[in-house]
């Protein structure tokens, strides 16, 4: 028995795994995610080989330039009075995101 093989376009992948489409696109072109390149030009995606990467919750390496990296963590030394990793700043900032979210809807409903 022929069994036929299901893929994905960029926008679904887009939505499986939260990002943009020009997101996907990138990952295709660089390697980062298994796909198949049709002859027009567009991409798409095995439906068994990204189902297993989201069960496995294997994660895709992104790659943060050297730049930016390093104009983040001058920017979390201002901010927090000392060297701290990449991820460590991301985290803190996210954190005191949501800790004034929280504040300002306390705020917007009466200070209950």
Do not use: C
Not at 4 to 17: D, H, M, R, T, V
Not at 19 to 34: E, F, H, L, M, S
Not at 43 to 56: N, P
Request: aromatic share 8%; proline share 4%.
């Amino acid at each position: 028995m022929i069994e036929l093989i299901k893929y994905y376009n960029p926008g679904e992948i887009a939505k499986l795994f939260g990002v943009d489409r020009k997101t996907v696109t990138n990952w295709a072109q660089t390697g980062k995610i298994p796909n198949l390149r049709l002859p027009s030009g567009r991409f798409r995606f095995r439906k068994d080989e990204i189902d297993d990467i989201l069960r496995e919750k294997k994660p895709l390496e992104i790659r943060v330039p050297e730049k930016l990296v390093a104009h983040l963590q001058k920017a979390f030394k201002a901010e927090f009075g000392e060297n701290i990793s990449l991820e460590d700043g991301v985290i803190r900032v996210l954190q005191e995101h949501i800790k004034q979210e929280k504040l300002k809807r306390k705020k917007n409903r009466g200070g209950e």
